[in-house]
């Protein structure tokens, strides 16, 4: 229940149709892997990491607030 609640909160705030949601991993090449099939759908996404066995792959919009908040920004702009 937990992993839906914070899917949700991670929800970019754009109303478009295709809303992009977190997704995470515990190894970078997924990450990769599940950044690039939301590329391929034409959603921007980014990876942001707070240490090397967690990785979230979220909106632009949320990667920034993460990356004030800490994390590590690993793939995006």
């Known amino acids: 229940m ?3 609640k914070n899917a949700s909160y991670l929800t970019t705030s754009n109303r478009s149709r ?3 949601q977190s ?3 515990t ?3 997924q990450a990769i892997g599940c950044a690039n099939q939301f590329f391929m759908e034409g959603l921007n996404a980014q990876i942001v990491a707070r240490d090397n066995t967690s990785f979230l792959v979220v909106s ?3 990667a920034r607030q993460m990356f004030t908040k800490g994390f590590r920004l690993l793939y995006g702009n």
């Open 60 to 62: 632009p919009e949320i």
């Open 18 to 20: 295709n809303q992009l």
């Open 2 to 4: 937990n992993t839906l």
């Open 27 to 29: 190894n970078l090449p």
């Open 23 to 25: 997704c995470s991993f």
